[in-house]
């Protein structure tokens, strides 16, 4: 039996121009098939198909069509954010080039656990780092000069701020968030064996600064505060700059959670509404989300290098002292983990295609197409608005309908495959949510949207919930 071609090495590009082929191929009869933003039928047949399709999958004796079965099938059966319907979750159409880029960083496989598995990589992620680092808190000179750590998304970086905190603080630290707080800052205070995390109402959707200062006057440091711009209910922004003065007053450290609303940095017109986020002392992005990249893309930024300190590792065979000190970097200072993709490869690509101006357009165009959306709402007589959109996300429900009813609308256009919505539970009500992250989604699209969600709604009885 001959060895399988490689993805890199001499023969690389030869051996994956005709799979390339194939898998473009497959992506688009997939596509075609399912005809929509999710597969019909919903879980159990969406399973049967695979189950079918897929037979055995460790046969004795390979199946050499399996590339071309295995991915029809995979797009046949995706959840694709690039149709216009599809607007569920924080969840991007990645951009091509982004892709392409990420390919690859598969082709070559660098680990960015040493520099001689990822000479090349390592520097260019000092390059992107360093550059998002400054676009949160400026430039500045000097040994402080800010940084940021490329990690999987925002749970891995407030897991991350947690450490941090923990550890500059000598090892203690209590953790107060607010009510709309992203579920895995309480579940980072659980991993890091902290104190359960001290709630703080948020009754209008954001962190309420007053009840804030009443609770770090009676809490005994040290603290954290984590404040979050861009909740993943309603797209809402804490008000950062009181929230970062009460925790100057207090001494209490800040950490800002802008998983979403981080790429409202790019934009002229948006980024006023991350005014204060320069004050956190450690910031969390995430770009595929409002970055349209490929999973996974997420940062932490950190406005005193110093506080990295506290990741220091040595492992002989990965950063021995002499060849640290004959100039190989460091690596794994660089993250909690230790195998870690090159990711950063599509994040300088995206930033240098695009540019500034490019990613702002884009930005720009989402939080446009929200604003268009909530408007077909607020003028239809037979929809209920939450309230205006600050992000991208617009919080819908039909008039006068129960939660019950609204529920079943969301599930019975997933069963059919024809919209993907959200839900969620704001001021004691069920909420549809439409969470626009397509650039390309126009007007026809958002009309067509409403009208699913209308039609599916007459023809649901009231209080009957189909499978």
């Known amino acids: 039996m001959s060895t399988p071609p490689l993805a890199s090495g001499p023969e690389g590009p030869r051996a994956l121009r005709p799979l390339l082929d194939t898998v473009l191929e497959a992506l688009d009869t997939g596509a075609r098939v399912r005809g929509g933003p999710l597969p019909p039928g919903g879980p159990e047949a969406v399973a049967a198909r695979v189950r079918e399709t897929a037979g055995e999958i460790l046969p004795d004796q390979g199946d050499p069509h399996a590339l071309r079965t295995l991915v029809h099938l995979f797009a046949e059966g995706a959840a694709d954010p690039a149709h216009p319907l599809c607007a569920a979750h924080l969840h991007c159409p990645p951009l091509a080039v982004a892709t392409a880029a990420d390919l690859a960083a598969s082709a070559l496989n660098p680990s960015l656990d040493s520099w001689d598995q990822a000479p090349a990589a390592s520097e260019l992620e000092t390059l992107v780092t360093g550059a998002l680092a400054r676009e949160i808190y400026g430039c500045q000179e000097g040994s402080d000069t800010p940084d940021s750590l490329v990690t999987t998304g925002g749970t891995e970086s407030n897991q991350l701020a947690l450490l941090l905190a923990r550890e500059a603080y000598g090892g203690h630290v209590r953790l107060v968030c607010g009510a709309n707080a992203h579920h895995s800052l309480t579940r980072a205070a659980w991993l890091l064996g902290l104190p359960a ?98 999973i996974a893309a997420g940062l932490l930024a950190v406005k005193n290098p110093r506080d990295l300190t506290a ?148 023809t649901l009885v009231e209080g009957h919930t189909p499978r």
Request: glycine share 8%; charged share 20%.
């Open 197 to 294: 995390p001290v709630v703080v109402p948020a009754p209008a959707g954001t962190l309420d600064p007053a009840a804030l200062d009443k609770t770090l006057t009676r809490l005994p440091g040290p603290l954290l505060v984590a404040a979050t711009a861009g909740t993943t209910d309603a797209g809402l922004i804490d008000p950062l700059p009181e929230i970062a003065d009460h925790c100057a007053a207090h001494g209490a450290r800040l950490h800002i959670d802008a998983a979403y609303g981080g790429g409202l940095l790019f934009s002229t017109r948006h980024r006023t509404a991350l005014t204060g986020l320069d004050a956190a002392d450690t910031v969390t992005l995430d770009l595929h989300k409002l970055g349209w990249q490929p």
């Open 311 to 458: 990741l220091r590792q040595r492992a002989d065979y990965l950063n021995a002292a002499d060849d640290t000190e004959a100039g190989l970097p460091d690596l794994l200072g660089r993250s909690l983990r230790t195998t870690r993709r090159p990711d950063v490869l599509k994040l300088a690509v995206t930033l240098k295609t695009l540019g500034r101006v490019g990613i702002g357009t884009l930005v720009d165009q989402v939080c446009a197409r929200a604003r268009e959306f909530a408007a077909l709402v607020r003028d239809h007589p037979g929809f209920e608005l939450h309230a205006p959109p600050v992000i991208s996300t617009v919080l819908f429900r039909p008039a006068d309908a129960t939660d019950t009813t609204v529920a079943a609308v969301r599930r019975a256009l997933l069963t059919d495959g024809r919209a993907v919505l959200g839900r969620t539970c704001l001021d004691g009500r069920l909420w549809l949510k439409a969470t626009l992250l397509n650039p390309a989604t126009g007007p026809d699209d958002l009309a067509a949207l409403l009208h699913l969600v209308a039609a599916r709604r007459a």
